[in-house]
């Protein structure tokens, strides 16, 4: 039996997850003290239930994912307008070098594997869907490549669900590893969050009616928008350049539309967007598109990975912890925003963007701001990543071994 679920009790069910995401957190002392986002917490006990009505009593839900794409849009759109030029000429050097580190894992990445593969009896094509094709790439590239492994290198089509099954284990993975990966190294190294922020924002207790960062109604319909604009020149921009054969992610042009905006009005001090009510509709926004991701997963489609495959992506998230917690931390400066970059790293080298976002939100909502990881993992794992990804594939894919 096949229920439809309107949009609007879409949307009441994904808050209902988060809401119960917020519960479970309360209340268990693991998922509190590993940082575990509560939207996976919620999503990932909604899909069980779902699986369960879908085994036992053959019930499937089928949800209206209208909202699911634009409130993805909107989040990113307030990580670019969160995006001063004063914090990219800080970070700028960051996101190179955090490139290189997410650049050099994709190479370790594949490496594990295809060696994992080779060593379990499947063919070495399958190592890159277990490796960064899905983990990585995420849903999207592991349907782009499934395809193309079927059509160019006559793979069986059951590779097209292998592939969306490794996305969605790597997505849940990606969730729950993070957290207790920066929880240790903030722990170990006693590290604390840049005390200049908190003082930066101290002023907004003072309720000046002037004061650009009180969050009001009003404030919060101007935010609203500043974001409204962004997303609507971004899909103009989008079209305009998929018309001449230049394909970006849909999300990207709305963020840099806008950094543009902030830093225009910076500039020209003719209008200040609030940045309390950027951090405002963003969280929602990323809550609820992560609680609608995970609301719609079929666990039962994962029983479809054989258990060679399971065991890949089981090591690749262990290998990825290891990576990020000697690796990445030391690398990117080894103090508390390099640690929330860490976690930030094992959400989107397993799953994607939002979900190492979400690490990172779950872990500042505790140990403090780290707006240098806001900046930098996103700019990485929202699209410089896809094009070193997509490289370094296409490199694997000239080895004779692998590809023959």
Known sequence: MNIEISIIETLLVSLLILFAGYYLNSKIAFLKDNNIPEPVVGGIAFSIIAAILHVYFDINFQFDMTFKTPLMTMFFTTVGLGASFSLLIKGGPKVALFLGIATIYLLVQNALGISIAVATGMEPLMGLIGGSVTLSGGHGSGATYADLFINEYGMQSSVFELAMAAATLGLILGGLVGGPVSR??????????????HEERDDTVTFDPDDHDLVTPRKMMETLFVILLCMYLGRMGYDALKAIDVIL????????????????????????????????????????FLAMALMSLKIWELLSLAGPMIFMILVQAVMLMLFAYFITFRVMGKN?????????????????????????????????????????????????????????????????????
Request: hydrophobic share 50%; proline share 6%.
């Open 249 to 288: 992610p849909a999300f990207l042009i709305p963020l840099l539309f806008g950094v543009f905006i902030t830093n225009l009005t910076e500039f020209s001090k003719i209008y200040k967007v609030s940045r309390a009510c950027i951090d405002l509709w963003g969280t929602m926004a990323l809550s609820m």
């Open 336 to 404: 508390y925003n390099a640690a929330i970059i860490a976690g930030g790293h094992c959400g989107f080298g397993l799953g994607a963007t939002p979900t190492a976002v979400a690490n990172m939100e779950s872990l500042v909502s505790r140990y403090g701001p780290s707006p240098q990881a806001f900046l930098v993992v996103p700019l990485v794992g929202a699209f410089f990543i896809d094009i070193t990804n997509a490289l370094i594939i296409q490199l694997y894919l000239s080895f004779p071994f692998i590809s023959g």
């Open 184 to 197: 240790r190294l903030i722990n170990k190294y006693n590290l604390k969050a840049d005390t200049s922020y």
